[in-house]
């Protein structure tokens, strides 16, 4: 047992930030938002990195480290709200790399070329998280499937070339996953606004033609592929959260060292004082949870309920930690022209993105009160 | 990052299990609730004492030398962490006094303490409260005056849990009179035999009716100790004069952190858990989804608690200090015991105020006790408002009230 990151994994974190550090400026966060939604140039840098390489297998050509590296970077990402379609590219990528045929292979050497983007396409209009919520349907005609319906909150949607789709083919009662041509005919889809200002986007599927050969695994049998991949989405996101949340409460605590009133700095007020510790225990609590979740399912292990302890608390937390930061500057957290709202935004739509607190909560709670035991909280068996 | 125990921690876990299912008798439970509340040792706690101290479990983590077993912090969490669970006293820890004085004693010290400490034939109280001053131990006043070889100590210490059952006092006092704050203050080691020294009993709200075994901080007595030209020899000063406050900070931070504040702030969790698992009345009540919802956010902040447990665990393990983790633990994980503790009350509804003589108490009143009980632990060894001043000055750099300009 030693949760603290070991050498190597700190070397990648801290590679990361200095990274970022210069590469992602405020300045490039505000141009994407009111402009391409994100930065070709800098996505082109990660690629080549070998950010996406990080956790795939050795024998696909990755570097097949164990998945607490990835949340190690999506804390990064998060921390300096890099304009990059990551989260997007990455779950479909690590689905295709796990469930996808030789059929798929060009696709994957091109995402990881950095010539193609990825994103995923799993919620619909109720908003719901979770597979048995996918109504979406096709039926079959000759050598292709032929979809039909819509789907809800797909984040940068409009930046991709391939989406992953989850949807029940006519006659099956599981799922089943597509990689769609984005340009495929009879796709519309409608940007949203969300207060993270990104592209996230409703998808309209009116009799589209996919191809039988673009099908990820086995038609009707992807229920495992899709959880698998929402659970990655949570967690991806809730290290996201727990990075943006850090740098959030790093500025409110430096903003109170340097504002004064009653001929004071504010930071020397215990109310601040109370409100920063407070904040730093919350984040804290959500890197921990994060980083066991992803460590638990590095090993192998089932790490579910670990995923929605830290998604629902890292929902709560940073959001109490990025809305703490805001009233701490005042009515400056509350102007567009300074930095920290950048933050605030984004933390408020990710906080609802891939699960709400309740949501997640419930399948915690579905774990913990579907049997007739007593527990332990670490895990062991009672005495 | 590693969040598992090794195969090693496994097997140790599974010996210490063993050896309390083999040990520890309802018939030896029921002496150790005596001696917890008398001091009085039944041969059957003696016994049992005993074993623990052959197989070393009271001091895992401690070097051979000093007659443990040189494992480390992680091992001592285990050991504790299990006899704990099963006996609800701690047992398996040596009482707090014996780290500094391994730290900061001398060779005759150590050789006269540490053993008997292991084996319990000594138990220390801690004294450092007094009615004028508690989380601000700088206003300490308790003065112990050096005349010749001796200290004689005149003053008056409070709410020191033990001292009804312990055989000394870990004694902080002034022994310079001119001094101000931290400055001036000495660590005495002190045997309550010492003449001059009156154990007067506080009762807890907890004492009539008795809680029950399980309670969150559910001690009945606590106690007022006057000093009245008490004299000690000067050979029982911890450290150096004037060097008190360094040394008792080398205790306290461990009493701060580990097994046993872990256990009390999650426990409660467990306990709802397990009630709406197995309870009739609990599986009417777990179909509520508002109980679900709470529940899982309950667990999920018990979580939070045992993360950064193990984080300070496996900061102590590299060797670190704490920046502020001690602390952070401090205040999240009493607090978290004190909303787990409120809000399983909820749940459980109007039962949950009845107490352990009453007809139709759950669970022998525990829940009611807790009540009682749990914000005790946000209270003592540093209270949470103290912690987040030390998060936000030593973890965070912000300035102390009123200083700066």
């Known amino acids: ?383 | 990052m590693d969040f598992e125990f090794s195969k090693d921690e496994d097997e140790l876990r599974r010996e210490v299990r063993n050896f309390i299912r083999t040990n520890l008798t309802p018939e030896v439970t029921q002496q150790l609730i005596v001696e917890r509340d008398t001091g009085q040792r039944g041969p059957l706690a003696q016994a049992f004492f005993a074993k623990i101290y052959d197989a070393g479990y009271f001091a895992v983590s401690w070097p051979k030398e000093h007659g443990g077993r040189g494992m480390n912090a992680m091992a001592q969490f285990i050991v504790e962490d299990e006899f704990y669970r099963a006996t609800d006293m701690r047992v398996g820890a040596v009482g707090s006094g014996a780290p500094a004085i391994l730290e900061c004693g001398t060779e005759e010290q150590i050789k006269t303490y540490i053993p008997a400490v292991i084996g319990r034939e000594i138990v220390f109280a801690q004294g450092y409260t007094e009615p004028g001053c508690g989380a601000d131990l700088a206003g300490i006043r308790c003065r112990a005056a050096r005349e010749g070889d001796t200290y004689v100590i005149n003053g008056q210490k409070i709410y020191v849990t033990e001292a009804h059952i312990a055989t000394h006092m870990f004694l902080m006092v002034r022994t310079d009179p001119a001094s101000k704050r931290h400055a001036g203050l000495s660590i005495l080691l002190v045997p309550m035999t010492t003449p001059g020294i009156t154990v007067r009993p506080l009762w807890t709200i907890q004492n009539d009716p008795e809680a029950p075994l399980g309670t969150t901080y559910g001690i009945r007595q606590v106690n007022e100790v006057f000093f009245e030209n008490a004299t000690v020899p000067a050979s029982s000063l911890l450290g150096a004069e004037g060097d008190g406050w360094s040394v008792a900070s080398r205790g306290l931070n461990l009493d701060r952190v580990g097994a046993f504040r872990y256990l009390i702030s999650i426990m409660r969790d467990e306990d709802i858990v397990s009630w709406l698992n197995t309870d009739a009345r609990g599986h009417e009540r777990r179909a509520d989804p508002v109980v679900r919802d709470k529940v899982a956010e309950l667990w999920t902040e018990g979580q939070v608690c045992r993360l950064m447990t193990m984080r300070s665990l496996s900061i102590v393990e590299r060797g670190g200090d704490f920046a502020y983790e001690g602390a952070a633990e401090k205040v999240w994980a009493p607090e978290h015991g004190v909303r787990a503790t409120e809000a399983i009350s909820q749940i459980l509804g109007p039962y949950a105020q009845l107490l352990s003589s009453s007809t139709g108490a759950v669970e022998s009143g525990v829940f009611a006790h807790n009540l009682l009980g749990a914000f005790q632990s946000t209270v003592n060894h540093g209270s949470v408002h103290v912690m987040r001043d030390q998060i936000a000055r030593r973890g965070l750099g912000l300035p102390r009230p009123g200083r700066a300009k």
């Open chain 1, 1 to 383: 047992m030693d949760v603290l990151p070991d050498e190597s994994e700190r070397e990648i974190a801290d590679q990361a930030r200095a990274f970022l550090s210069s590469a992602s400026p405020t300045a490039l966060v505000r141009a994407c938002e009111s402009g391409d939604k994100y930065s070709p140039e800098l996505w082109k840098q990660i690629v080549q990195l070998g950010w996406l390489d990080t956790c795939l297998p050795e024998d696909q050509d990755g570097l097949g480290l164990p998945l607490q590296y990835l949340t190690l970077l999506f804390e990064e990402a998060g921390r300096h709200l890099a304009p990059v379609p990551l989260l997007s590219v990455m779950v479909p990528l690590l689905v295709l790399a796990k469930y996808g045929a030789a059929a798929h292979a060009g696709v994957l050497r091109n995402v990881r070329d950095g010539d193609l983007l990825l994103s995923f396409a799993f919620q619909e209009a109720d908003g719901a998280w979770s597979p048995d919520s996918i109504r979406m349907t096709a039926r079959r005609e000759g050598d292709a499937l032929v979809l039909n319906g819509a789907k809800m909150f797909v984040d940068n949607f409009a930046l991709s070339d391939c989406c992953l789709v989850a949807f029940r083919l006519e006659g099956q009662s599981g799922l089943t996953l597509a990689l769609v041509d984005t340009s495929a005919p009879n796709i519309s889809h409608v940007d949203l606004v969300p207060t993270a200002k990104d592209s996230e986007a409703l998808v309209r599927f009116k009799d589209v033609r996919v191809p039988l050969t673009d099908i990820v695994g086995e038609i009707g049998k992807a229920d495992q592929a899709v959880q698998e991949a929402m659970d990655l989405a949570s967690l991806f996101c809730a290290a996201q959260l727990a990075g943006a949340a850090r740098r959030a409460t790093e500025m409110a605590v430096d903003y109170a060292k340097i504002r004064y009133a009653f001929e004071q700095p504010i930071g020397a007020f215990q109310a601040i004082q109370h409100l920063c510790a407070d904040m730093q225990i919350g984040v804290d609590g959500a890197q921990l949870l994060c980083r066991e979740a992803s460590w638990k399912l590095a090993q192998g292990h089932d790490a579910r309920v670990e995923i929605s302890q830290a998604k629902s608390f890292a929902n709560e937390k940073c959001v109490m930690a990025c809305r703490s930061a805001q009233q701490i500057h005042g009515g400056l957290g509350f102007m567009m022209e300074f930095d920290l709202q950048l933050w605030y935004r984004r933390v408020v739509s990710w906080s609802l993105r891939y699960g709400t607190t309740s949501e997640h909560r419930r399948r915690i709670a579905d774990h913990l009160l579907g049997h007739n035991g007593k527990v332990r909280l670490d895990g062991y068996a009672t005495a």
